[in-house]
């Protein structure tokens, strides 16, 4: 006998155990045949019970299988929003450790500051993409600094999310500057890969190599007073007007990932 037989057969006498049942119910039947039927009928009876007992029991089960999963899954869910909280939590603290650093190297100065992240470099360029764009409040021609708050360029293009900034190395780069502690004044010039210029020193001006330049008030391009680097090599000529020095930029290029925007000073 196949099982598909076998299932018929057994579905087949079901089914008609099942209409005894309602027939042998009605009152007309005598008590006896009914009695007797019953008796013969119980071992079926008590296996359909049992099966629909069972069928019941593991509908439950499949049931409560569901809830817990639906449940775990929440729940899941629920973990997921709050490590990300947390995360958001995390960064927003160290962007704020970052920002009390930079403006505790000179608690004097009332600078407002955003931080951003550098998305890309042009070295080719002397040019950087920072994260940070008009939505953030950034506009052009606003400064920007190193995480020890040297200078580092300024923004050059503007969009929603996203900004150029030119280094101080650029070619298209010049600012006024002096010599800190002494009275001596030039203008930096970029000269692309990473190297400046500072030129139009006067004649009879005494300084050194190891010298440190800082940014001057006079171009008014950046604040006074932040760190541009150090005299690494000075240029004098007779013939020459001015004497120039070259100067080593107070940053690396490789090691620069955040940095600081000044939106207002």
Do not use: C, H
Request: proline share 3%; hydrophobic share 40%.
């Amino acid at each position: 006998m196949t099982r598909k037989s076998w299932r018929l057969k057994y579905g087949i006498t079901i089914l008609i155990v099942i209409l005894l049942l309602v027939l042998f119910r009605l009152p007309a039947v005598n008590s006896k045949v009914k009695n007797f039927f019953y008796v013969l009928s119980s071992p079926i009876q008590k296996s359909l019970w049992q099966l629909s007992t069972d069928v019941s029991r593991f509908l439950e089960t499949i049931e409560n299988i569901k809830k817990l999963s639906k449940e775990n899954e929440e729940l899941k869910n629920k973990n997921q929003e709050l490590l990300s909280r947390i995360a958001i939590f995390e960064e927003k603290e160290k962007e704020n450790e970052k920002l009390r650093t930079a403006l505790g190297i000179e608690p004097e100065e009332k600078f407002k500051l955003i931080l951003a992240e550098v998305i890309s470099k042009d070295i080719s360029e002397d040019t950087i993409l920072i994260n940070k764009g008009s939505k953030d409040g950034l506009s052009l021609a606003m400064p920007v600094l190193t995480e020890s708050r040297a200078l580092l360029g300024r923004v050059s293009e503007v969009y929603d999310r996203f900004s150029k900034v030119i280094l101080i190395s650029n070619k298209n780069s010049s600012f006024d500057a002096k010599i800190q502690g002494k009275d001596i004044f030039g203008v930096i010039k970029g000269k692309g890969n990473f190297s400046l210029l500072m030129d139009l020193i006067p004649k009879g001006k005494e300084f050194k190599e190891g010298d440190t330049v800082v940014t001057a008030v006079l171009g008014g391009a950046f604040p006074e007073g932040i760190l541009v680097g150090e005299i690494s090599r000075i240029r004098k000529n007779d013939a020459d007007p001015f004497d120039q020095a070259e100067i080593k930029p107070a940053f690396d290029i490789k090691k620069i990932e955040d940095l600081f925007i000044i939106v207002d000073y």
